[in-house]
């Protein structure tokens, strides 16, 4: 079977991925001339589950537990498993106990166990919450690591490509995100900065609380760290706003003072598609194959969707119905009676 994925995206390349192993002549057609400039790009790259469950429905939970396991399998070397650790000023106590009630998965830790976990924010926090069963990567190096797995494997890329004029294949599987033509997509920026910090180690994604912004830090190599936490409705994709900047580098020296000397090495904007569940889904029409909507969970989430569409691929019928419910229509089924169905998320896994 002979099949072209459309986007050299995470979700791309892991649909590239599941294809390639289950047989499949894989080619992967790209506009953009090589990898990178897209959402998955500036991601943070956590592959954190139990952490997004505070504000994400339970599928996304459910989907993305495995997602360490896949990336350990699919490009070795490239996960960390140091867990997360979630702090918050004794000001915002309440946003801790917020967060730790709409979550699972974490033990509560006091100011020393802070300090043993990260000796550089001792005396900084009371408490805090760890997940341990977390993890994180570098999202340019795993989408590197990938695009050179899955050219060993025999994929083939065409970057620079106009879709439009590639023919030739069985299937295709549509992974091009907000170019996609679909009314029900919507375009939530994400902002991002990267720090060098000499004076700051951490070893693992630490999350700080604040009402009004919180922030998450990424540890990355030689002292680098991504810093995130920006949602905004929009589909713009200019630079970031000098308020996002201002947000981010007072959260961060929040976190640690020592933030304030870091060196700004980059800013960078990506542009998240969503459903307006803010699920992904799995979709087919004809003999194209689409995955979208991943959200702000693009490689927590591609890995499980990427299975689900080479599954359809190869078994050539429509994706079962999800068992999965969102609260949303469980509490509709509660107030109503009714039995509604399944989250729009794909096939069950």
């Not at 959402?39 to 943070?44: H, I, L, R």
């Not at 070795?76 to 918050?88: E, F, H, I, M, N």
């Not at 981010?248 to 904007?269: K, N, W």
């Not at 909507?293 to 078994?315: K, N, S, T, W």
């Amino acid at each position: 079977m002979k099949v072209l994925v459309n986007g050299a995206g995470v979700a791309g390349l892991t649909a590239a991925f599941e294809l390639a192993i289950r047989g499949a002549t894989v080619t992967v057609a790209e506009t953009r001339p090589g990898l990178g400039g897209n959402a998955s790009w500036f991601a943070g790259g956590m592959l954190a589950p139990w952490c997004e469950r505070e504000s994400a429905e339970q599928p996304v939970l459910d989907l993305g537990r495995d997602a360490a396991d896949w990336w350990d399998a699919a490009t070795p070397g490239q996960v960390t498993r140091a867990g997360t650790l979630v702090v918050a000023a004794p000001r915002d106590a309440g946003e801790l106990d917020r967060f730790a009630s709409r979550t699972t998965g974490h033990r509560r830790v006091d100011e020393d166990q802070v300090a043993r976990l990260e000796p550089d924010l001792a005396g900084r926090f009371r408490r805090g919450l760890l997940f341990p069963d977390e993890a994180h990567l570098d999202p340019r190096q795993a989408m590197a690591k990938l695009h050179d797995q899955l050219a060993a494997m025999g994929v083939a890329f065409r970057f620079g490509a106009d879709i439009r004029q590639v023919s030739g294949f069985d299937r295709r599987i549509d992974c091009t995100g907000m170019a996609a033509v679909d009314d029900r997509l919507r375009g939530v920026r994400g902002e991002m900065l990267i720090l060098r910090a000499p004076d700051v180690s951490l070893s693992r994604p630490v999350r700080l609380l604040h009402p009004r912004f919180p922030l998450y830090i990424v540890p990355r190599a030689d002292h680098r760290f991504m810093i995130g936490a920006t949602m905004i409705e929009s589909q713009s994709g200019g630079s970031i706003t000098a308020r996002s900047m201002i947000e981010l580098l007072s959260a961060a020296c929040a976190l640690h003072p020592a933030f304030g000397e870091a060196e700004v090495l980059e800013t960078g904007v990506g542009v998240r598609p969503a459903f307006p569940d803010n699920l992904p889904r799995v979709e087919t029409s004809g003999d194209i194959v689409r995955i979208n909507g991943l959200y702000r969970h693009g490689f927590l989430l591609a890995p499980a969707m990427a299975r689900q569409a080479a599954e359809i691929v190869f078994r050539q019928h429509e994706p079962v119905e999800s068992t999965h419910e969102t609260d949303r229509q469980r509490r509709s089924a509660r107030d109503h009676g009714d039995n509604p169905g399944g989250a729009a998320c794909g096939a069950r896994l």
